[in-house]
């Protein structure tokens, strides 16, 4: 005999609980079942709708294809509850699993229907399926955008706004940031699939391997990803190579070799590729070049000044001196006009750039700078770049 449970309704009258029984809740455990339930969506009986909606949220993936396939009768009150289940069935499912100090990445059983990809497909269609599909998709992201910030925050992975440094150029930009700090499984950073509209991402030293890479690129919006003090395999490379794209990339301090240069020339960069203090000579850069002539690529053997000017003017004017850095050891100060390094004439930023990136850090740089109308000279140490805390 099939067994049933009751919903119960309740109602309070003069200080008193009172319940009573609505209609019996059958089990949907078999084929047949289920889809007697899904006929009960449409039933003319608001009860049975009730009870047939309460049976399929707890058959769960079971219940998923004959939902979907009920879907195209296209009828408004079927479409709601059926989108509405696959919704809960798809919330239902936990994202991690584990003690709660370590957490894992919960995997879908092989085979196992999946009520996100199903809502996921179904937004996709017109009418009124693909616009609740939609909603639901929404919603589902919204709920889940929290708890992977949350859960990686917690491992000490970084989601928010921070400044961003890509070449030359310091922005504000919301960021995820994955470094040496970071102390969960690297499978948990597969979770970053649902941080969408975040545009750049940086990883840093140890952490550049190939499960956090893996991770990181789950990202739907990525475009800018800059990899920074540490060392890259093959084998990493290649999982940037998985992209079907991205527009910006940079090894900064990142020792590369040959080998890993031709892994390079076949990654699927768009836009730019910024090689900053890679080891790496001109005349492999050139090569370089010469194997992509759409990319914009900048070379530079690490050096850093300090110093952040407006590259607009006709004048080298210094806005801000980073500090601890080269320029600050240096006595160069806000306001100072550079008027020539090493012995080049500076016009504008980008040509105390072009003598700066030719040098590596500790090299020191000789300039003359103007400060209320008298010139001096001094010599600056290289440092390298850093990231704003």
Known sequence: MRSVSLIHQSTKIAG?????????????????????QIESLS????????????????????????????????D?????????ILQSIAMDRPIIEGESGKPKLARVAPNEPNAWE??????????SRGERASMAVEEITQVRRAQTIQTLS??????????FVYGATTTLQRVVEINDAYQGDDSLLE???????????????????KGVVKGVTQMPDLKTLSLLYGDIDMETMKVIGDLDSIDHLEFRY????????????????????????????SKQVDALRQTLPGLNIEFKRGGFLGVRCNDSLNECIIQSVVEDSGAELAGLQRDDVIVRANGEPVRRFADLQAVINTRD?????????????????TDAKLGKLTEPN
């Open 16 to 36: 008193f609980v009172l319940f009573f029984a609505l209609a019996p809740v059958s089990h949907a455990d078999t084929p047949e079942e289920i889809a007697a």
């Open 43 to 74: 039933s003319d009986s608001y009860l049975r709708r009730e009870n047939a909606t309460e049976a399929l949220l707890k058959a769960g993936p079971a219940a998923i294809e004959p939902l979907v396939k009920v879907l195209e009768r296209g």
């Open 76 to 84: 408004l009150e079927t479409t709601q509850r059926a989108i509405g």
């Open 118 to 127: 199903t809502l996921l497909s179904l937004s996709t269609m017109g009418g």
């Open 154 to 163: 917690l491992q000490s992975a970084v989601i928010g706004v921070k400044e």
């Open 191 to 209: 979770l970053l699939r649902w941080i969408d509209r975040v545009e750049f991402a940086r990883i840093e030293g140890p952490a550049i391997r």
């Open 254 to 281: 990142v020792p590369l070799n040959d080998e890993l240069l031709d892994a390079i020339a076949k990654l699927p960069i768009r836009i730019s590729l910024t090689l900053n203090g890679t080891d790496l000579s």
């Open 361 to 377: 850090p500790g090299q020191n740089i000789h300039i003359v700078y103007r400060r209320l109308n008298r010139e001096y000279e």
